[in-house]
């Protein structure tokens, strides 16, 4: 192999042997293969984002409706009956913070956690979340544990 005989791999180049816009003789002058009029043969022309060529386009025929409040918090839920199974499997033991359930996997480490009170718990806890529903923190609290929050 030789700089003479280098020439790219078959199929990775597609260049139109004919050039557009360069008279007639060309056999593409005149309209250049864009067609008669219209937006499609100007210069500068690009399809808008969901454009139907004309025709009302679907994100302004469809009503808008409901409200979408900015300030909304997202919390991750993490069960109290999921925390006993954590307890019983020997993962946890005498406290759970957002560090352990980030590392169990059960948040995010930019997530605000809600200890939620779906099933029961016996295990002694120290629990830190940023939200309780009364539910939980009284029965991690009935079951001898504290429920901090934290914010």
Do not use: W
Request: aromatic fraction near 4%; charged fraction near 25%.
């Amino acid at each position: 192999m030789s700089l003479s005989n280098l020439q790219p791999a078959i199929g990775s180049t597609h260049k139109n042997s004919k050039r557009l816009g360069r008279g007639q003789g060309s056999g593409k002058g005149g309209t250049a293969a864009r067609g008669h009029k219209g937006a499609k043969s100007r210069s500068g022309y690009s399809k808008k984002l969901g454009f139907e060529g004309g025709q009302m386009p679907l994100q302004r025929r469809v009503p808008k409706f409901g409200f979408k409040n900015i300030n909304r918090k997202e919390y991750t839920g993490v069960n109290i009956d999921t925390i006993q199974a954590l307890v019983d499997s020997k993962k946890i033991k005498g406290e759970l913070t957002i560090d352990h359930l980030i590392s169990l996997r059960l948040a995010g480490k930019n997530d605000l956690v809600k200890i939620l009170g779906r099933g029961k718990i016996q295990a002694s806890l120290k629990v830190s979340a940023h939200k309780f529903t009364s539910t939980a923190k009284i029965a991690i609290e009935k079951a001898g544990g504290e429920a901090i929050s934290i914010e």
